[in-house]
């Protein structure tokens, strides 16, 4: 790898006839709804309709097939807890390599099948470390001493050639683009496909998007080069990396016309509307460019815009957490600590007097019953709009009900709920 890697240095072209064989050339999909929502036309490149249901498989089979067949012989080795290790374990099979996945063991059952399932008789799955960082430490040491190639996720010069085939098949089914908004997690796909919109669409304005609780892009950004994040949210676990590659950083940076953040709440909320409005399952990462949008609004009427749908690996056992997550968002689901004076008729009173006909309680729990004056309880409270959710706070002030309103307190949030 050349630490010096320029737009210049990826051959795009030359990926894409590599891949053409392999990969599907995804639809570059019309969506009325979000066209008329802003004025303009919107596309959505479905990279979630992909092979393995993302876009890894373009970098991750790209580098592999470039190796020697020496370095084949030695086997491959990668560190992932979702779609790379996907797009590693398909090429695997399809190059008759050995590879070896290295997966945190918290990974969900449903992803290391997947992986199996790709992989089949050529790879070999381990699972090791509590986190994806302590997993991959765990991987570059296993290939280091054992000779293998190891495949990284994102800061290779023939990965993001991979990946930057997503823009070349773009341009060939649409000209004259205003803007592309894609999601950044180490900046694979953002340099790749930043490149080749250089070169071939100067004019379009890339747009990077990252998850708020992960915004390794913009802070190197801000410092001028890569920088380790102390800590993130994994809730958007396609594009929650601690820090944005060393090769792939000189290059986003270059291509990048603006970088926004998005509040996994609003990404929650945006998968929701897809799977509900259009049918379409799309992982958090997937997601993410569409939830920008709104924050671009008032430059979007009249032009030309694509989003990259860029996975749709979404195991069906978080749709729980997805709803919540929305419900907090929207300000349509809040958690109250309430001292209930201890007496009959308190809990009453408080059905009747203080919950409006469209409130719902969804949570209902004493934290503790020895105080003989007052008894708190956590209480979870659904509302249909945020005028009922004002209405129920000015009838518990009147009331003169002894509250705390949790979603504004972080800690005692996460310790709660």
């Known amino acids: 790898m050349n630490p010096a890697t320029t737009i210049t240095s990826l051959d795009i072209n030359a990926a894409y006839e590599v891949l053409k064989p392999v990969v599907l050339k995804t639809p570059m999909q019309f969506h009325r709804k979000l066209s008329e929502k802003f004025g303009c036309e919107v596309y959505l490149k479905r990279e979630d309709l992909q092979v393995v249901r993302s876009y890894k498989i373009r970098g991750a089979y790209n580098l592999i097939q470039s190796l020697t067949a020496e370095e084949r012989s030695r086997g ?30 918290i990974t969900p059952k449903q992803k290391i099948n997947q992986v199996r399932m790709f992989g089949g008789g050529n790879v070999e799955i381990v699972l090791t470390g509590d986190t994806f960082d302590e997993c991959q430490a765990h991987a570059l ?37 205003d803007f592309v908004f894609v999601p950044i997690g180490g900046g694979g796909l953002c340099a790749g496909l930043g490149s080749y919109f250089q070169t071939y669409s100067p004019q379009t304005k890339i747009v990077g998007v990252e998850p708020q609780g992960a915004p390794s892009m913009k802070e190197a950004l801000k410092a001028g080069r890569p920088v380790i994040l102390d800590s ?56 993410l460019s569409i939830a920008a949008l709104d924050q671009y609004a ?90 009922d959710f004002s209405s129920l706070i000015m009838r518990m002030d009147s009331h003169k009900l002894n509250y705390t309103l949790i979603n504004q307190h972080e800690n005692l949030f996460e310790y709660l709920i």
Request: charged share 25%; net charge negative; hydrophobic share 40%.
């Open 76 to 105: 491959v080795v990668c560190a992932s807890a979702g779609n790379h290790a996907q797009g590693v374990a398909f090429s695997c099979k399809l190059l008759n390599i050995h590879g070896v996945i290295y997966m945190p063991a």
């Open 141 to 177: 040491e296993f290939a280091d001493e054992q000779n293998k190639i190891f495949v990284p996720p994102f800061d290779h010069i023939r990965v993001m050639e991979g990946q930057g085939t997503v823009g070349r098949e773009i341009l060939d089914d649409q000209s004259n683009i």
């Open 232 to 287: 993130i949210q994994r809730f958007v676990d396609g594009a929650s990396v601690k820090k944005v590659g060393d090769l792939t950083f000189p290059i986003c940076r270059d291509v990048l016309s603006d970088m926004l953040l998005v509040q996994e709440g609003k990404v929650s909320s945006t998968i929701l509307q897809l799977y509900n409005e259009d049918a379409i399952v799309a992982e958090p990462a997937g997601a």
């Open 298 to 387: 008032e430059q979007l009427a009249g032009k030309k815009v694509v989003c990259i749908l860029s996975g749709g690996n979404n195991d069906i056992d978080r749709m729980q957490e997805i709803k919540e997550r929305s419900l907090l968002y929207e300000g349509l689901k809040h958690y109250f600590i309430v001292r209930f004076a201890q007496r009959p008729g308190a809990l009453k009173e408080f059905v009747n007097h203080i919950l409006g006909p469209n409130d719902d309680i969804v949570r209902f729990e004493f934290i503790q019953k020895h105080n003989k004056e007052t008894g708190p309880a956590l209480i979870g409270i659904e509302v249909k709009g945020k005028d």
